[in-house]
């Protein structure tokens, strides 16, 4: 039987294992910012690449990628990256100017460099959950690059597989002020049961006038994609293969279980903001990113 609670546990910096999808999407990210119509800029993206051994030889810049757009890794999916970034953005600026988050939580934060890059309210804290090895990396290139985040910026070293709520509020968080949640390209490497746990403790933890945003897949069969051009060149290109790194057990319905437990829900796939924006990827035959679903939740106050 395969333990997929802890099929990640092996590597836990950038090495390898899931932690190596950290620097996929910096790349991803570091690639948007070079191109003429860029969604989302991350100047601090490319050093994370140029940094690690493991990322040796990737494209930080569209001119370094000789098939361009016709790459599906550093094409395709570097663009879904770059969509997936600024729709999050614009989300977290939201949340925060608008519905008057003040606090910020990144889940699975990764190479996330919103706290440095984001222009925040007065008084917001962010909070980067993700593991020991992951931040310990990106705290060396960021303090090589001396950057001075626009927000307190909190690290919380923890793994979202056990109990995380200690670590989270032992770094300070505080449950009665309304909280802007995201989990981006996370919630599919994590057991079921462990995403079920994270939507009941973000309930748990949010007062009215919070919001949580995440992405899932909603694909019964990870697999029926299985020759999508994405993975395959995801895996022989840069040897990362995403399907054995997701968690293989059915999903639960979060966005269901946020209804449920009274917030607004709203669920928009990645092709409905290329639509509206007017770039980013567009569904192709056989596609990786036909069931990924992008969820916007709000914590209403009961009269909104
Ligand atoms: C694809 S990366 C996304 C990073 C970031 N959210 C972004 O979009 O740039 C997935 C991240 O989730 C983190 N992650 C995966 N499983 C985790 C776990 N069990 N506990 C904490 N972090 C985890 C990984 O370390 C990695 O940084």
């Not at 919103?114 to 593991?131: I, K, M, S």
């Not at 990362?240 to 928009?268: C, M």
Request: hydrophobic share 40%; with cysteine; glycine share 10%.
């Amino acid at each position: 039987m395969v333990d997929t609670a802890h099929r990640n546990t092996g590597v836990d910096g950038v090495g390898g294992g899931v932690g190596l999808t950290a620097l996929m999407v910096a790349a991803g990210r570091a690639l948007e910012g070079g191109r003429h119509d860029s969604l989302a800029r991350d100047d601090f993206a490319e050093h994370f690449v140029l940094a690690a051994p493991a990322s040796a030889g990737w494209p930080v810049h569209p001119d370094q990628v000789p098939d361009g757009e016709a790459n599906p890794l550093w094409g395709r999916f570097a663009r879904y990256f770059g969509l997936r970034t600024r729709v999050f953005d614009d989300f977290l600026l939201q949340a925060t100017h608008v519905g008057g988050a003040r606090q910020v939580v990144l889940l699975g934060a990764g190479l996330d460099t919103r706290a440095f890059r984001l222009d925040w309210p007065a008084g917001c804290a962010v909070f980067e959950v993700d593991r020991p090895g992951v931040l310990a990396f990106k705290h060396q290139v960021l303090d090589g690059l001396s950057a001075t985040p626009k927000a307190t910026r909190i690290p919380v070293t923890t793994d979202l597989r056990d109990d995380w709520v200690g670590a989270l509020t032992d770094a300070g968080f505080d449950p009665a002020l309304p909280t802007a949640w995201l989990a981006e390209g996370l919630l599919f490497y994590l057991p079921a049961p462990a995403e079920s746990q994270l939507m009941r403790v973000a309930d748990k933890l949010s007062v009215r006038g919070s919001a949580l945003a995440f992405e899932v897949k909603v694909d019964k069969d990870l697999w029926v994609y299985r020759d999508s051009s994405i993975y395959t060149a995801t895996r022989e290109q840069i040897g990362i293969d995403l399907l054995t790194l997701f968690d293989g057990s059915p999903r639960p319905d979060s966005a269901g279980d946020l209804a449920d437990r009274g917030w607004s829900t709203l669920v928009q796939t990645p092709f409905d903001h290329s639509r509206r924006l007017g770039r980013g990827p567009l569904p192709v035959p056989n596609d990786a990113l036909e069931g990924n679903r992008w969820v916007f939740a709000h914590k209403t106050h009961p009269y909104t």
